[in-house]
């Protein structure tokens, strides 16, 4: 298709947090590069005039890369990416030797290659301790030798960019030579303790986890949801104005994706969490904003933000479940669906069907208002100019239910990328 929008290229892409992030600015994604089939298809149901390619970084170049998003010779705008970065983490040990960090020179590489006007890559607050700054500072050198000038790189709370979730994340932004390179964006809003403390007083302050999630029904009332992840309701409360962005109610002037068609009405990402009577009585003796004894979950407080958003790890690293936050008001762990509203992600927006995966999937990803504040930095710098565009439609549902084996399969992979997972009892 012709794109008449500011064109990006996303590596590294997950679901797309990033890619929506930089819709929402006025970009077009017309490539994405994402390693696991599963995460692959859910970013193909939801961007679906982008080309995602499933595949190893190492096997994809700029010319790959053109081909699939058939721009020819057209200059590139941006190209994204988080390298992902579980080897600079806070939490646990950080490992210079992780194989993980040697995609960082992959993103290098293929900016080398495709040359585009711009490059923002994201990574962990981590990436900035100790002898990790080295790997930062030679990346940057590499960015320079290339001939691309960076400003110094920025850790951006997102909680000062209207997200519900205290989450700090490290950005670094090349303009190719010649172009100015864009500045970091300021805050428009303030920031909540936990408990709902306000850091100051000079902005608005961010959402609140009220906001984002107290519209939403309680979904133990739906029996369907204890083996799927969808039910047609209208049992929604009044939303806030977060939850009414959310929820896509009015027309934003600030937003400026291309809209999807979906049925309000239908609550997704939502499939329940068995408890036992124990973990549930537990649950309910827990105060808000303070961590459950046993299982160390965080009960969210209704006038603060939520803890970090964590993703666990992929089978190939142990398959560990991340501690999933209490919901204020309910005696379980939120949702996915209230995860994706504490990140920022729309209501038609959807994630892989079991729980496992969109939490990974929400936990991994850029919150999207972070990624689009980002985004319109980069998009002010071109010059370009909002494009209003109709309506598309979503992709095939059939790529939200995959198993590893047959998104393995959809992608033509003819070997196992990701290790068989041994499946907890709740993990569907």
């Known amino acids: ?49 982008c080309n995602v390619i499933c595949s190893d970084i190492n096997d994809v170049n700029g ?7 058939e721009i020819g010779d057209r200059d590139i705008d941006v190209v994204i990416g988080g390298p992902p970065c579980q080897g600079f983490s806070m939490i646990g040990k950080r490992i210079l030797s992780d194989p993980r960090n040697d995609l960082i020179e992959q993103f290098i590489r293929i900016v080398g290659e495709l040359r585009p006007k711009y490059f923002v890559m994201e990574n962990v607050a981590g990436l900035t301790v100790g002898d990790h700054g080295k790997i930062l500072e030679n990346a940057i050198n590499a960015f320079n030798e290339m001939g691309y ?17 205290s989450r700090r994340r490290l950005f670094l932004i090349g303009a190719r030579e010649g172009l100015d390179v864009p500045e970091y964006p300021q805050p428009i809003t303030t920031g909540r303790s ?42 929604f409360g009044e939303p806030s104005k ?19 068609t979906y049925d309000p009405n239908v609550l997704t990402s ?15 003796k827990t105060n808000p904003g303070e961590t459950e004894k046993v299982s160390r979950f965080k009960k969210l407080h209704p006038d603060g933000v939520s803890n970090t ?51 990974r999937e929400v936990g991994n990803s850029v919150p999207p208002p972070l990624a689009k504040a980002v985004g319109s930095s980069i998009f002010d710098k071109l010059g370009a100019r909002h494009e209003t565009e109709e309506p598309i439609e979503l992709g095939n549902p059939e790529l939200l ?15 196992r990328v990701i290790p068989q997972r041994t499946r907890k009892k709740d993990d569907q």
């Open 194 to 235: 936990f408990t709902g403390e306000l850091e100051n007083e000079k902005l608005p302050p961010c959402p609140s986890v009220e906001d984002a999630i107290g519209d939403l029904p309680d979904v133990d009332e739906f029996e369907s949801l204890v083996k799927r992840d969808w039910v047609r309701t209208k049992r």
């Open 309 to 359: 958003l964590r993703a666990g790890t992929a089978s190939d690293h142990g398959a560990y479940t991340a501690p999933r936050p209490i919901h204020p008001k309910y005696p379980r762990v939120i949702t996915v669906r209230e995860a994706a509203r504490l990140h920022g992600y729309p209501d038609w927006f959807r994630f892989h069907a079991t729980k496992w995966n969109g939490f």
């Open 63 to 69: 010319t790959i890369l053109r081909d699939k998003a």
């Open 401 to 415: 239910y995959f198993t590893q084996q047959e998104a393995e399969r959809y992608y033509g992979i003819k070997e």
């Open 242 to 260: 977060y939850a009414r962005a959310m929820r896509e109610m009015e027309d934003s002037e600030e937003i400026h994706s291309r809209p999807r």
């Open 1 to 49: 298709m012709e794109h008449r929008r500011p064109i990006a290229i996303d590596l590294f892409a997950g679901a797309g947090g990033l890619s929506l992030g930089f819709e929402q600015a006025g970009f077009d994604v017309v490539a994405a590069v994402e390693f696991d089939p599963v995460h692959a298809a859910v970013h193909e149901y939801n961007f679906p005039l």
């Open 270 to 284: 939502s499939m329940r969490t068995k408890h036992t009577k124990a973990s549930i009585d537990r649950f309910k």
């Open 149 to 165: 000038d960076t400003n110094e790189p920025r850790i951006l709370q997102a909680m000062e960019y209207g997200v519900p979730q």
